[in-house]
């Protein structure tokens, strides 16, 4: 095997093609000066397939055989078989971007319907059909706010509790639009509404919120923040994700703009961070929109179809004016997403949301009967995730439950963060029990 | 052929405050969605599935996307569940996903030419942002003030958006008369206020910068730095690297070079390689090898440009990345580009329509002359062929550009000559009112756009 | 729609000895085979793949064959690597899969209130044998030479067939006035020669036998057995047991009551259960707890008639049956049972034409009248669904035997009658020459027999 | 969750329809008597999707991670991920017999390609598209002996070493067409062609040898036995499988009328003894084949097009005349077979074969150069497996091998047998070490 096992020419074939074209070889298709030639090894032995898959296994199976009890940005929860048969199937996953509407109806409305959800669950009328993950989308949304307010402001306002992460991408876009984002302070987990009020004034251009916040709490808050924002002429932008979204407030009643977030949290299993960005928005900024949206029309038949449109905003026609850079997005996740999201129904996902607020409550009640731990430390509404207070220094809890096979966030001198799901909750009372033994 | 939406199959309503646990102010009233059974959701995206071509349909020619066959296996490579962990995990913990990063950072260094790799930029314009905002930083921590970036006419959009969004200023280099970088327009372009230039290559047309060096001499001599957009890198593997032509910078669109599914238009991850020089710019975390023990653990590269994704990147992606590498090794890789050159000359030669640039590797701009190239295109949809990427780059006439990759065998170029053939030599008449033979017929676009129903909500209110 | 054979996509033929460590007279001289790519290949099964329909692509109503949606999560559990073992292990090596078939084992009698069962016929054809050949044993322990089976001329084809592969002579009793066993004529059928009377139940046009206890009375009296044919136990599940109603054995068709995939005519499984009595004779090797420790043991029955499998049947087919059974738990099985009745008989009443008998259960025969049942159901392929089974059972004259299972909701049997009605009140010429819709037109059956060309090389010779 | 998760009704569908049918509930549907109606429950618990995945995986994980040197009759090599991803299409793995060929022209197409693979790797004209497994063809080619041969003779000699599974099947099958089963005697691992001269005469309808056979001998008599059964007008039937046959003699230039065996080997998983019987034969017995054939027609536009054919020796035609049973068969594993041959091409198939024989030569040679152990025990040309002759009680060294981590066969006092493949191939330097330690 010396060629590339994917490419189907016999030496026979290749032979008859460089006739047809008319040279010797295929060295002598390449018209690169020998100066900068490469003609070196890289070094990389081919493997077989079977050699790959074992090679790989072995290596995944060095990551620790631990139970996780983390959250902070990245959810997931049981993924039914459904969505992996769906969308592997090779037509939606080898496909590329629907640029040939006629003979791309599938994908394209596929991703109509996973718009359509989005709109449902954010009450705002306008979804993009993804961006990378929640932190580029929330930059996204601050570069949009820079384009569509009127304001002479260069303020991103953000929570006090935001992912350290999350903040450094928000840096990077904001820096190209000579933005800066400064954090507003919190109020025992929640927004600090009055602060934030004494906050904002001409020079903010946008004011960012999450529901659930970063310690897992439920903002209660989110009218007034939003009346605080309108009344600056700031763009209210809120950070949540598909689950959440199915319970929690509709954000177009609470005055939000713009929606980002993770949507993630259906569809993809865990996956190191990998996420599936939420962009949904009000139709006055339509087309401020980054990211790719497909719309109905009608084909020569009066046939409903469906195709990419306003693409004017884009990258590869607008060019430097273009709303985003964005091109590769995360198609094939939304797919994953709405199938999750179909699967479950409207009932599934209020059942799976309302978990999330029942089990992170109960298991807070329980850590807090343990002496040594106070929890949750916010006297507030969770879901999923809760902080816990420790008498112990929280690092060395966390060491020692991760030496008796649970994982933990350690989110201060003396505080953990514990996150609950559908894929944990079955080992909540070993989790218990290994707090018991370690504070 | 129509499959009706999901809402239209029936949709429930729920009241969510009835069950929930919280308080009424902190929760919605309903929530209204569709709630098919399973065997329905099967049927429903079974069809859908069926009204999409892909590259398991057949050829799929798109210049500049490079869309080859995505090996079956790395899917179930991707598929372990023991890969399926969280980002936040310690080091000590997570050793084999580390380990997978570390070796795929060697991989595509060795394979550009590059002293240092990031894999966490999720896509090839996310890549290209980090490289701008690395250069960037190079800039500031040397006390530059730089406020340009010089781009190819020729060049993708992306490139131009992505230098906007850094925050730059864009100076569009007209091409030359060969199609290439015109090395006088090169040195009037830049100067003290040059960032970088950015610059495919092969470019968007298949033709190698033969005046590379001297490109490189002009921008470095002016204190920019050179940035290499991955997006062609399949002509070049094993025949050269970026890294050896001068280059500073680049990123690596895997889902293009590297053979990971295109997904629908994503995820793909744009990995992004620099020189020594550069390295200390490179978004957190790195991963390295650790001292004395054998394991892998994260770094804060000194001067970290910080982060261009909330987590570690398009992971899945990744897998497949380095499984695909692995599966061809030095000669598999080297045969891509040689397979995927040969392919283009040898369409290219089967076609009656002139392809107005050359010597061209992975891909040619053919034009459509008189024709419009957006028609020629969906009267190919008729032959059972995906057309090329239409009237781009504007530097060809009507241009069709074709990038068959090493994929395609020789009866399916021949296949793809004909229907190229047919399409550019029927009637007017039939090239406007194609496509005919597929499930959809032509499909509005412009009224799509005048009056935007982006929702089965927008449906509904019509 | 036309995909060539992988052999007209190019052959390669290998000189077997040059390379061969075997002196040339143990060996071929050469091997002809295609030898397609990779991509090649996945192009080529995807298009006939796209060529073909199936559960997931919309209604399947094949009358007897009862074609549910097979949960894909049963796939995956099948697709465990820890359950993918050699079937010589030493019990104490393979304890999980033993305490799976074990568990199953024990499922399969619940559900079909018997006492023992087996798992190692590989289909339900393959269970009528087994099923009968314990009926022999158990004749032959006892003493007795029977040498007649007796089988209602509705039966499925596979009872006779079976009955002769095991030595017996088929006697055929013919259906009642209600179209269901003639009491009188079964009391005149059966005597000293009648090893068993195999029945399905419902039977073949879905019709319960209300006279089950006074049928196994008359058999019983006779001293034979009564043999259950599990083809429609989808009807009872959770309203009636063969045990319960005097069968002794019977077998269980996985594929159909417990929705693992036909896979284009199989593997299925059909796993046999017996009353105590019979326990002795089943095959070898049973599954058991081990005295004592947590465990599990194979065993042999003390009066085993042996195997009918190689092995342990169609494992991974079990496994998804297990899956399936897990999942519905009591009231989904019951539930499944009640729906698949309802959506009989719902259909039945939405559509123009007649059907004979009832109250049926779970699929009906209905007539296709003057016209010929083949043609109404070829039509019917052009309004896109699948028509129902034809000209069978032969006591309803035209008959298009239609089981719509559970699995459909309102508006797809909606959808199913409409094709009916539309098929069966076009005009003749229409239906003649039908179907028009479909990727292939009206296939020669006849000529395809008449010249029996069976593999390429055939064609090739032509 | 209380009805089947399947089923798609509403409370108002259903309301709605037995309404339409009308009767007031689903229970009068029913015509079951009182005296045999069941209601009770059978105390089965729904469980989830997730939960059996969970409960099934705990299960199999009990099964011993041990190496497996086994074949003796179930063989498997890699099977590459292709194979899963293209035969797990819905539109293949759901979909049942063809009966309506317009419509299933795909996988008629595929089923005609595997049997014409069949027909070039035995050399004869018919296959048919499956049979269940090894066991369940051969004893349908003694039926077919049966029926095709005028001799009035009732034997069928199979050789003496024939796996006991194997004969136990035959001999229920033959029980029905009043045959008996009887053994010829084995020269060294090969048949004993002399012996089988001397046994042959009127009495027998046929006559049965493997290549391999199942010490993993290759046959060297092929020809001479197929003169001795044809001398004496009795069928001669081979076993074997796709990838012997792949390099060994070709069978129907040996004189074989019938050839049995497994496909198994390619396309399937080790999956615990499930198979695709292999059965093809001369023109002259087409007639009288069991199963399944696809041939190739016309439609009605006159285009090529594949459908079922000779239905007229089926069951649900013939009846009980049928020449066999057999009604579902192993049709998509016969899929999964064709796709893998496929992707090996004749030259993977080749080298896997040739694979066989060296690994197994090497294999048996180093474990020869331990003291304590001879291999092979018979001194012929093998085909991936072997046998051992122990110093020590053959039991007592697979034990030890087993604590080690290794299983083989034990199929003597003191013989094993070991089988080494891809699988394995890579653990055969360790299996010797632990030889050594053991014996």
């Known amino acids: 095997m010396s060629g590339s096992p994917y490419a189907p020419h016999t030496d026979a074939e290749t032979a008859a093609m460089l006739e047809t074209i008319g040279v010797e070889s295929e060295e002598s298709l390449f018209d690169i000066p020998e100066a900068v030639a490469f003609d070196g090894e890289f070094g990389i032995d081919a493997r077989t397939e079977r050699g790959i898959r074992d090679e790989c296994a072995r290596m995944f199976a060095r990551n620790d055989d631990a139970t996780e009890f983390l959250g902070r940005g990245h959810y997931s929860h049981y993924v039914p078989s459904v969505v992996d048969h769906l969308s592997d199937r090779a037509e939606f996953l080898t496909s590329y971007t629907q640029y040939q509407p006629e003979i791309s109806q599938g994908f394209l409305q596929a991703l109509f319907e996973y718009q359509s959800m989005l709109v449902e669950l954010t009450g705002l009328p306008i979804a993009n059909c993804s961006m990378y993950d929640a932190a580029t989308a929330l930059s996204e949304a601050a570069t949009l706010a820079d384009r569509v307010r009127s304001t002479t402001g260069d303020v991103v306002l953000v929570p006090g509790h935001l992912r350290e992460g999350k903040r450094a991408v928000l840096e990077n876009y904001c820096a190209g639009a000579d933005l ?23 020079d903010v251009v946008m004011v960012y919120a999450e529901n659930p916040t970063l310690r897992g709490c439920i903002e209660e808050n989110l009218d007034a923040i939003g009346e605080v924002a309108d009344d600056n002429d700031a763009l209210f932008t809120l950070g949540s994700d598909v689950v959440a979204l199915s319970v929690l407030e509709e954000p177009a009643s609470a005055g939000v703009d713009v929606v980002v977030g993770e949507a ?35 084909d020569a038949e009066g046939d409903r179809a469906f195709t990419l449109t306003l693409q004017t905003r884009e990258q590869h026609i607008r060019k430097e004016r273009a709303t985003s850079n964005i091109c590769t997005n995360q198609a094939w996740v939304a797919l994953r997403a709405a199938i999750h999201a179909a699967w479950l129904g409207p009932d599934g996902l209020v059942d799976l949301a309302n978990d999330c607020v029942r089990d992170a409550a109960a298991l807070a009640d329980r850590i807090d009967d343990l002496s040594g731990a106070a929890a949750p430390v916010h006297d507030r509404h969770h879901f999923r995730e809760f902080t816990v207070r420790t008498d112990q220094p929280a690092a060395a809890v966390a060491d020692d439950l991760e030496e008796t096979g649970f994982l933990v966030h350690v989110v201060g001198e003396h505080l953990l963060q514990v996150c609950v799901t559908d894929h944990n909750a079955g080992r909540a009372d070993d ?7 370690v504070i | 052929v129509h499959e009706p939406l999901l809402s239209e199959k029936g949709e429930e309503t729920v009241d969510v405050r009835e069950e929930s646990p919280l308080p009424d102010d902190l929760t919605r009233e309903e929530l209204t969605l569709p709630a098919p059974s399973e065997p329905e959701i099967a049927r429903h995206y079974t069809r859908l599935s069926q009204m999409n071509w892909a590259i398991d349909s057949g050829p799929y020619p798109l210049g500049s996307c490079t869309m080859k066959y995505n090996p079956k296996f790395t899917e179930d490579v991707a598929a372990d569940p023991n890969a399926a962990v969280h980002p936040d995990r310690p080091d000590r913990a997570v050793q084999g996903n580390l380990e997978l990063q570390y070796r795929l950072q060697e991989f595509l260094a060795d394979v550009g030419g590059m002293d240092a790799v990031t894999l966490q930029p999720p896509a090839g314009a996310a890549g290209e942002l980090t490289g701008i905002l690395i250069a960037k930083a190079y800039h500031e921590h040397h006390g530059n003030d730089r406020s340009e970036v010089v781009i190819p006419a020729s060049a993708h959009g992306t490139n131009f958006a992505t230098a906007a969004t850094a925050g730059y200023d864009v100076v569009e280099l007209p091409s030359g008369e060969d199609g290439r970088v015109d090395l006088e327009a090169l040195e009037a372009a830049v100067g003290d206020d040059t960032a970088a230039l950015m610059l495919t290559n092969p470019n968007t047309v298949g033709l190698f910068e033969r005046d590379i060096t001297e490109i490189a001499e002009v921008v470095h001599d002016a204190g920019g730095l050179l940035y290499y957009d991955g997006a062609n890198l399949n002509a070049l593997l094993g025949r050269g690297r970026p890294g050896d032509m001068g280059f500073d910078v680049m990123h690596y669109n895997v889902h293009k070079t590297f053979a990971t599914p295109h997904g629908g238009g994503g995820p793909g991850a744009g990995p992004v390689g620099v020189t020594e020089e550069l390295a200390e710019f490179l978004p957190s975390p790195r991963v390295r090898g650790t001292n004395g023990e054998k394991g892998y653990e994260r770094f804060e590269p000194a001067e970290s440009i910080g982060k261009v994704h909330g987590f570690e990147g398009n992971w899945l992606v990744l897998i497949k990345t380095y499984a695909y590498i692995a599966r061809l090794g030095d000669e598999g890789l080297a045969d891509a580009a040689a397979k995927a050159v040969l392919n283009a000359n040898y369409l290219a030669e089967r076609i009656d329509l002139e392809v107005p640039y050359g010597p061209f590797h992975h891909e040619f701009a053919a034009t459509a002359g008189e024709r419009d190239a957006a028609d020629v295109a969906k009267r190919m949809l ?19 550009l074709t990038e068959p990759t090493e994929i395609e065998g020789q009866s399916s170029l021949d296949d793809l000559a004909e229907a190229f053939d047919l399409a550019y030599a029927d009637v007017d008449e039939a090239l406007e009112t194609a496509p005919n033979r597929t499930a959809a017929a032509r499909i509005d676009q412009v009224g799509a756009a005048r009056n935007p129903r982006l929702s089965w909500q927008a449906l509904e209110e019509d």
Chains 1, 4 share one sequence.
């Open chain 1, 431 to 437: 989790l218990v029990a290994a707090f018991g033994e």
């Open chain 1, 264 to 298: 993630g949290a259906l569809g993809l299993p865990t996956s190191y961070g990998m996420g599936l960005g939420v962009f949904a928005c009000r139709e006055e900024h339509l087309r401020q929109v980054p990211g790719r949206l497909v719309g109905a029309s009608e």
């Open chain 2, 382 to 400: 008729d032959f059972g062929v995906h057309p090329p990427t239409t009237k781009w780059p504007e530097m060809v006439p009507e241009a069709m």
């Open chain 1, 180 to 202: 800066t984002v400064e954090a507003y302070s919190m109020d025992d987990g929640i927004a600090d509404v009055d602060a934030l009020a004494d906050r904002v004034g001409d």
